[in-house]
C-alpha cells in the first residue's frame, strides 16, 4: 500500500515544474480564497499536518500514505473519505481558480514548484478515488511495479523531461503525449491490458490540470 499510493499519486507529477504555470493569471477573490483555504486547512489537519506550515510535497504524500497503510485493507477507502470530505467543503470551488498552483502558493507561501504538486495530487486523487474499487483489484500489480521496476518506469519521465528541457516555440504539450503512451505501455507491460484507460486518465488528470487543458487535443485517447 505505501508505495502504490505515493506511486500512482505522482504519475502525472513526474516532470513537475517543467510545465509553464499557465494558470497564474486565472483570480480568486479573496472571499473565495479563504472558504478554499478553511477547507484545505482542515483537510490537512486531519493528516496531522500543521496548514500554518505545510511541509514539502513529498513529505505530504508520506504522510498519507503513512496513515494509509495504518489501515491494511481499508486503506485505499481510508484515504479516500478525506478526499471526499474536502470535495464536498469546496464543492464548485474544487474546479475554481482558488485550487490553481497561483493560488496554493498565495494561501500556504510555497514556491511554483510545490504548489504544483499540491494543486495537481487533488484532482488525480479525486479520479484515483472514483476509481477506487479498480485501484484495490490492481494493488499486487501496482505494489510489484513499484517494488520491482521503479528504474524502468522512470525511463520514461526521463525521457519527457529532456525532451522539455529542449522545446522550441512554446510547444510544452507534444512532449507529454509520448510520456502518456510510454508509461501507459509500461503498466500494460506489467499489469494486463485491464489497467491502459485507468493510468492514462490518471496521467492527463495531473497534465490537463497544470496546463488548464491546453494539452488536451495533442494528448492521446484513453
Same mark, same amino acid.
Given at each position: 500500500?505505501?508505495?502504490?499510493?505515493a506511486g500512482l499519486a505522482l504519475?502525472?507529477?513526474?516532470?513537475?515544474?517543467?510545465?509553464?504555470?499557465?494558470?497564474? #493569471?486565472?483570480?480568486?477573490?479573496?472571499?473565495?480564497?479563504?472558504?478554499?483555504?478553511?477547507?484545505?486547512?482542515?483537510?490537512?489537519?486531519?493528516?496531522?499536518?500543521?496548514?500554518?506550515?505545510?511541509?514539502?510535497?513529498?513529505?505530504?504524500?508520506?504522510?498519507?500514505?503513512?496513515?494509509?497503510?495504518?489501515? #491494511?485493507?481499508?486503506?485505499?477507502?481510508?484515504?479516500?473519505?478525506?478526499?471526499?470530505?474536502?470535495?464536498?467543503?469546496? #464543492?464548485?470551488?474544487?474546479?475554481?481558480?482558488?485550487?490553481?498552483?497561483?493560488?496554493?502558493?498565495?494561501?500556504?507561501?510555497?514556491?511554483?514548484?510545490?504548489?504544483?504538486?499540491?494543486?495537481?495530487?487533488?484532482?488525480?486523487?479525486?479520479?484515483?478515488?472514483?476509481?477506487?474499487?479498480?485501484?484495490?483489484?490492481?494493488?499486487?500489480?501496482?505494489?510489484?511495479?513499484?517494488?520491482?521496476?521503479?528504474?524502468?518506469?522512470?525511463?520514461?519521465?526521463?525521457?519527457?523531461?529532456?525532451?522539455?528541457?529542449?522545446?522550441?516555440n512554446g510547444d510544452y504539450c507534444?512532449?507529454?503525449?509520448?510520456?502518456?503512451?510510454?508509461?501507459?505501455?509500461?503498466?500494460?507491460?506489467?499489469?494486463?491490458?485491464?489497467?491502459?484507460?485507468?493510468?492514462?486518465?490518471?496521467?492527463?488528470?495531473?497534465?490537463?490540470?497544470?496546463?488548464?487543458?491546453?494539452?488536451?487535443?495533442?494528448?492521446?485517447?484513453?
Open positions: 500500500m505505501r508505495r502504490v499510493i504519475l502525472s507529477s513526474v516532470a513537475c515544474g517543467v510545465l509553464p504555470d499557465v494558470k497564474a #493569471g486565472s483570480s480568486c477573490s479573496s472571499a473565495f480564497m479563504a472558504q478554499t483555504k478553511s477547507c484545505l486547512n482542515a483537510y490537512f489537519s486531519g493528516f496531522g499536518l500543521n496548514p500554518a506550515r505545510l511541509p514539502p510535497f513529498e513529505d505530504y504524500i508520506q504522510k498519507i500514505v503513512d496513515m494509509t497503510e495504518q489501515n #491494511g485493507p481499508n486503506g485505499v477507502e481510508f484515504f479516500c473519505k478525506y478526499e471526499v470530505t474536502v470535495e464536498s467543503c469546496l #464543492g464548485y470551488l474544487f474546479n475554481s481558480p482558488c485550487m490553481t498552483a497561483a493560488s496554493f502558493q498565495d494561501m500556504y507561501n510555497m514556491n511554483l514548484a510545490q504548489a504544483i504538486d499540491y494543486s495537481t495530487d487533488f484532482p488525480v486523487r479525486a479520479y484515483m478515488c472514483n476509481n477506487k474499487d479498480f485501484v484495490e483489484e490492481n494493488l499486487a500489480c501496482f505494489n510489484d511495479i513499484n517494488d520491482n521496476h521503479f528504474d524502468e518506469r522512470r525511463q520514461c519521465a526521463a525521457a519527457v523531461e529532456k525532451d522539455i528541457k529542449n522545446v522550441k507534444s512532449p507529454w503525449a509520448g510520456y502518456l503512451t510510454c508509461t501507459d505501455d509500461f503498466y500494460v507491460k506489467y499489469c494486463g491490458p485491464q489497467v491502459k484507460g485507468y493510468v492514462c486518465n490518471v496521467i492527463k488528470e495531473g497534465i490537463n490540470w497544470d496546463s488548464q487543458g491546453i494539452c488536451m487535443s495533442i494528448l492521446p485517447l484513453c
